[in-house]
T-cell receptor, first 112, second 116 residues
Framework: QQQVKQSPQSLIVQKGGISIINCAYENTAFDYFPWYQQFPGKGPALLIAIRPDVSEKKEGRFTISFNKSAKQFSLHIMDSQPGDSATYFCAARIVDTDKLIFGTGTRLQVFP | ETGVTQTPRHLVMGMTNKKSLKCEQHLGHNAMYWYKQSAKKPLELMFVYSLEERVENNSVPSRFSPECPNSSHLFLHLHTLQPEDSALYLC???????????????FGPGTRLTVT
């Protein structure tokens, strides 16, 4: 069964700190690994996505690190801000399809 | 109005009721999706429509019935639901997938469904 495992379930970080969320997958038939951010009362929105042939991708304060051999990828949020407080989902796209497999989500709280 | 809209935002229904959820996208996309979001569970893909044809039905019970009359509208018809069907139902849209290109799925705000 295709799965994406995400940890931790919740994360509390002080303002200015680094938030790290980890994901691991069990099937190699994935070609993109996006991260989505969801605020209360809103639907998820794409934050950043990476291909498995790239080891790192950075957009502003958000960085995805990808380890293909370990089948793991992670999201790093540098200089975390209270406005980053949201639920973050990792996902994996089944090759050449519209189908995304999501992780269980991480609720991030950033305190001033 | 822009983006993906969903109505109603909240719905309470009894187990014998029939109701419908509506989704509309104003992004010119030709793929649309229904997801179920329950607490502490991954988003569950329920249905995918590509170019108005259903291409994915993820073993969803028949008490959920999707309809896609055109590329801008998607419905989820509900009947004889169970309490465990209470969840947030999210609609999303995107361009149709192509090899080597990742298209973002744009999500609506969801319909919070409570089955009593």
């Amino acid at each position: 069964q295709q799965q994406v495992k995400q940890s931790p379930q919740s994360l509390i970080v002080q303002k200015g700190g680094i938030s790290i969320i980890n994901c691991a997958y069990e099937n190699t038939a994935f070609d993109y690994f996006p991260w989505y951010q969801q605020f209360p009362g809103k639907g998820p929105a794409l934050l950043i996505a990476i291909r498995p042939d790239v080891s790192e991708k950075k957009e502003g304060r958000f960085t995805i690190s990808f380890n293909k051999s370990a089948k793991q990828f992670s999201l790093h949020i540098m200089d975390s801000q209270p406005g980053d407080s949201a639920t973050y989902f990792c996902a994996a796209r089944i090759v050449d399809t519209d189908k995304l497999i999501f992780g269980t989500g991480t609720r991030l709280q950033v305190f001033p | 109005e822009t983006g993906v809209t969903q109505t109603p935002r909240h719905l309470v229904m009894g187990m014998t009721n029939k109701k419908s959820l509506k989704c509309e996208q104003h992004l010119g996309h030709n793929a649309m999706y229904w997801y179920k979001q329950s607490a502490k569970k991954p988003l569950e893909l329920m249905f995918v429509y590509s170019l108005e044809e259903r291409v994915e039905n993820n073993s969803v019970p028949s008490r959920f019935s999707p309809e896609c009359p055109n590329s801008s509208h998607l419905f989820l018809h509900l009947h004889t639901l169970q309490p465990e069907d209470s969840a947030l139902y999210l609609c999303a849209s995107s361009p149709v997938a192509s090899s080597g290109t990742f298209y973002e799925q744009y999500f609506g705000p969801g319909t919070r469904l409570t089955v009593t």
